[in-house]
């Protein structure tokens, strides 16, 4: 691989090395690997949730990327049987009586954090439906300084994203009459695709409070709403780093592909 694609690759590790660590921390409060040894054999979703006192729908989400990552294993008895977690020699070494609290005092004191806890995910947070108190003023920018910088993190991040998938896959938008940018924020990506495939008719649909604020683009029509509820129709969807903020550190679903 060249020097320029390495770097490509580095630069997410640098940016969201810590997923993977924030992730496992969760896991770790959460008392997962305790519940698998002592469980002594692989143990189902609903076994694990009634053991660790998560809810199912949040805690497939923090096990699907555990799993993703090698922290635990999946096992199916048979093709297309329930599916169990297993032990890894990793997630051996993270109860807290070997590891783990090693692991969790990394963070220092408790303090007000911007991530996602074991707290919130017994809680049942973490579904990718609601809206957290945190998300929300996040998102309206009451956290000035810091969003600031996440709206040149975004316009930086759709600009050098989208150029790559015009370079690349330029295939991939034959036939599209019309594609909605599902989180596009301030159009950016899909003015760019509008722009380089002139026979789209280009749709970017996010929340009220952002759309409201975008720029005119050529080609580009501006709808706000709510992902959870509906989104415009289309002849094709694209959704690009999307993903509820309080979920953000831990899932990036966006970038996960789960190993089948
Ligand atoms: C991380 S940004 C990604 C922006 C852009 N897709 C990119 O990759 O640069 C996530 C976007 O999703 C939007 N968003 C969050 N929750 C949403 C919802 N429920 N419905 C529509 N958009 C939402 C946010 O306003 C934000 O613009």
């Not at 635990?72 to 990793?90: D, I, M, V, W």
Request: contains cysteine; glycine residues 10%; aromatic residues 8%.
């Amino acid at each position: 691989m060249d020097k320029e694609a390495q770097a490509r690759i580095d630069v997410w590790k640098y940016a969201l090395g810590f997923v993977e660590m924030e992730a496992v921390k969760c896991g770790i409060e959460l008392g997962l690997p305790e519940a698998l040894e002592s469980h002594g054999k692989p143990i189902s979703l609903s076994e694990l949730s009634s053991a660790v006192g998560c809810p199912e729908i949040s805690l497939h989400r923090i096990m699907r990327f555990l799993t993703h990552n090698g922290i635990f294993e999946k096992q199916r008895p048979n093709p297309g049987s329930e599916l169990f977690y297993a032990q890894t020699p990793l997630s051996r070494l993270l109860t807290r009586d070997n590891l783990g609290t090693f692991l969790l005092v990394q963070d220092g004191p408790p303090g007000p954090r911007f991530s996602l806890t074991a707290q919130d995910l017994k809680a049942g947070k973490g579904s990718g439906v609601e809206v957290s108190p945190e998300e929300s003023k996040m998102w309206s920018m009451e956290f000035k300084t810091y969003g600031k910088m996440f709206q040149e993190f975004l316009a930086s991040h759709a600009k050098v994203a989208t150029s790559a998938v015009i370079e690349n896959c330029p295939e991939s938008f034959q036939g599209i009459g019309s594609l909605v940018d599902v989180g596009g924020h301030k159009g950016t990506a899909i003015g760019m695709l509008v722009k380089a495939f002139s026979w789209i008719r280009g749709i970017n649909f996010d929340l009220p409070h952002v759309v409201s604020g975008a720029p005119i683009l050529d080609g580009v029509e501006h709808i706000g709403g709510n992902m959870f509820e509906s989104v415009p129709k289309a002849d094709a969807v694209m959704l690009m780093t999307v993903s509820r903020i309080d979920i953000n550190k831990l899932f990036l679903e966006p970038l996960i592909c789960e190993k089948q």
